[in-house]
């Protein structure tokens, strides 16, 4: 009886090869020639499930989406329940940094999808929508905290989030080594303890 092959499990082995391609060289030598290498098959068996570098980034991509939501739902499990907003959102700024392998390959792709989405008309929307989506995950939970009074209620939801978003700029220096992890989870650590500080009574 021949062998039945799962197309799912094999699109993600490739994937994986393009996440180390990346990883290790970058994304200028990730061809689909290269990354069959890696992946250890023929090119044409990568072209039978990706006609294009285009396309396979994006299944990667959603690929590295999947995993990074598996980690945070593993982590909020962890959590008291229910979990306090402070902590849910330390937990998604850290998977979202290059803070261990799985996230740093994360965070590799994501900056490929990002230089490629910015001459791709067809990237650029997916790679916006997926933006807009998470910042407003991060917006809900700014406002709900302030309307619980866990964060001072004269505290703007949309400067918040957008200041809490731009935590992840930490990517680039923890990447070249300008830092390191501790003194990035430092500053997140500060900058959560100030948002959620008690309120002063009168």
């Not at 850290?94 to 740093?104: F, N, Q, Y």
């Not at 400067?159 to 997140?188: D, K, Y």
């Amino acid at each position: 009886m021949p062998k039945l092959v799962d197309h799912r499990e094999r699109r993600e082995a490739i994937a994986h090869a393009l996440w180390r391609v990346v990883d290790q060289h970058g994304w200028t030598r990730a061809t689909l020639r290269e990354v069959a290498g890696e992946a250890g098959v023929s090119l044409g068996q990568v072209q039978h499930y990706f006609t294009s570098r285009t396309e396979l980034l994006t299944f990667a991509m959603e690929f590295a989406a999947d995993r990074t939501a598996d980690r945070v739902a593993r982590g909020l499990a962890a959590l008291d329940q229910p979990p306090h907003p402070r902590d849910v959102l330390r937990l998604v700024l850290t998977e979202m940094l290059p803070l261990h392998d799985d996230a740093r390959a994360s965070s590799r792709m994501s900056a490929a999808y990002v230089l490629e989405a910015l001459h791709d008309p067809v990237l650029r929307k997916q790679a916006t929508l997926g933006l807009r989506d998470g910042r407003a995950m991060v917006e809900r939970l700014v406002r709900e905290a302030i309307a619980q009074g866990q964060i001072a209620p004269d505290r703007d939801p949309d400067v918040e989030t957008n200041l809490i978003l731009a935590l992840t700029g930490f990517t680039s220096l923890l990447e070249l080594e300008v830092i390191e992890p501790r003194a990035a989870l430092a500053a997140i650590d500060q900058h959560l303890d100030r948002l959620f500080s008690p309120l002063v009574g009168p």
